[in-house]
């Protein structure tokens, strides 16, 4: 399993847009499905709140997809 690194502008980023941005979800349903099954995992840890702010140096894994959130080199 390879680590993906997406880039954010922001502070942070929820979970529920982190997945669609990152592929992972296909709509806001979708991620919002992930979330409530609980299988969404922010740093090793289950995490079923869909608004959690994710922050740079976060790792989001669902299934087999590992991505870490990098700041904006900007």
Do not use: W
């Amino acid at each position: 399993m390879g680590r993906e690194k997406i880039e954010i502008t922001t502070p942070f980023i929820k979970l529920d847009q982190l997945l669609k941005f990152c592929g992972i979800a296909e709509t806001g349903g979708h991620a919002k499905e992930i979330v409530a099954e609980g299988a969404a995992y922010v740093n090793g840890e289950v995490c079923t709140q869909r608004g959690k702010k994710i922050y740079p140096g976060d790792v989001l894994r669902v299934d087999e997809i590992e991505v870490e959130v990098m700041a904006s080199e900007d």
